[in-house]
T-cell receptor, first 112, second 114 residues
Framework: DAKTTQPTSMDCAEGRAANLPCNHS???????VYWYRQIHSQGPQYIIH???NNETNEMASLIITEDRKSSTLILPHATLRDTAVYYC?????????????FGGGTRLMVKP | EADIYQTPRYLVIGTGKKITLECSQT?????MYWYQQDPGMELHLIHY???????EKGDLSSESTVSRIRTEHFPLTLESARPSHTSQYLC?????????????FGPGTRLTVT
């Protein structure tokens, strides 16, 4: 499986956009990029996923570079409740990719 | 909101006791998982199941055991608890097919063995 690299921690001002980067330079053609987050002491929560096109849902946007070697998760208007550890995971789609390997993630601190 | 439940939420127990952590889901998912996470550390997969009567060990070796007699139920058992088992245990489930990317997690059980 492709390895991902994320910054250990980031700060963001409340109300501003939070841009969380992820490097996955060894990603293969059929592997998707998934993002999860874990708010303190809770179970992880799925956010979004994508293959090559940019994706948007009610929680966030996912921007994947054209060469697919990196991506950015964007929280457009961060709130204090978005403070969490954000995990970028690269896996094959569907049943082949049901084993999620969570790395260290990025600890996002949203400050008032 | 995901319909996956774990009990108890918190458990403090003495060394040598047998414990069972319960996990149930009402979404009809065939796949279920157990993860272990120490405070501030990474999640590690310790067990998973593809369906009834299917159980597999995960990436992290664990002295716990699991069973899957019913689709909705995936309990984890420690025959003799030790202080090294102190951790948070998270249960998750997912469907088959293209939607398998999304794992739904329970709230976790925080276990302390004294």
């Amino acid at each position: 499986d492709a390895k991902t690299t994320q910054p250990t921690s980031m700060d963001c001002a409340e109300g501003r956009a939070a841009n969380l980067p992820c490097n996955h330079s060894t990603i293969s053609g059929n592997e998707y990029v998934y993002w999860y987050r874990q708010i303190h002491s809770q179970g992880p929560q799925y956010i979004i996923h994508g293959l090559k096109n940019n994706e948007t849902n009610e929680m966030a946007s996912l921007i994947i570079t054209e060469d697919r070697k990196s991506s950015t998760l964007i929280l457009p208007h961060a709130t204090l409740r978005d403070t969490a550890v954000y995990y970028c995971i690269v896996r094959p789609p569907g049943d082949a990719g049901n084993m999620l390997t969570f790395g260290g993630g990025t600890r996002l601190m949203v400050k008032p | 909101e995901a319909d996956i439940y774990q009990t108890p939420r918190y458990l403090v127990i003495g060394t040598g006791k047998k414990i069972t952590l319960e996990c149930s889901q009402t979404m009809g998912h065939d796949k279920m998982y157990w993860y272990q996470q120490d405070p501030g550390m990474e999640l590690h997969l310790i067990h998973y199941s593809y369906g009834v009567n299917s159980t597999e060990k995960g990436d992290l070796s664990s002295e716990s055991t699991v069973s899957r007699i019913r689709t909705e139920h995936f309990p984890l058992t420690l025959e003799s608890a030790r202080p090294s088992h102190t951790s948070q245990y998270l249960c998750a489930s997912s469907p088959w097919g293209l939607a398998a990317y999304e794992q739904y997690f329970g709230p976790g059980t925080r276990l302390t063995v004294t």
